[in-house]
Nanobody, 130 residues
């Protein structure tokens, strides 16, 4: 079992930055593939960034070059640095984790198609105004 708690969301103007954090507790953090997903109002949840056990990363095209995923194994914490935010980035942001020999890409696809495969946090709201 893994418990995930997100923080760092809020309201910001377009062009601004936010850093989301996801504190993980429970089972061995370092054996899990982890990532960030978001769900805007009226839209399906989408994977935006993931990091695999070997440190490799995967980003959705919509946020590539603006967001950076990272992790601090010593603190059992996953981060998402979000720069150059746009109103279209407004959404509920979720942290997710899954155990297994997954690539970052397969993790994002698996958790999108089979959300019960892993674990989810409760989400943190990000609102970007123009």
């Amino acid at each position: 079992q893994v418990q995930l708690v997100e923080s760092g969301g809020g309201s910001v103007q377009a062009g601004g930055s936010l850093r989301l954090s996801c504190a993980a507790s429970g089972n061995t953090y370092s054996t899990y593939c982890m990532g960030w997903f978001r769900q805007a109002s009226g839209k399906a949840r989408e994977g935006i960034a993931a990091i695999a056990n070997d440190g490799s990363t995967r980003y959705a095209d919509a946020i590539k070059g603006r967001f950076t995923i990272s992790q601090d194994n010593a603190k059992n914490t996953l981060y998402l640095q979000m720069d150059s935010l746009k109103p279209d980035d407004s959404a509920m942001y979720y942290c997710a984790a899954a155990k297994g020999a997954l690539t970052a890409d397969s993790f994002m696809r698996t958790m999108t198609d089979f959300p019960d495969f892993g674990y989810w946090g409760q989400g943190t709201q990000v609102t970007v105004s123009s």
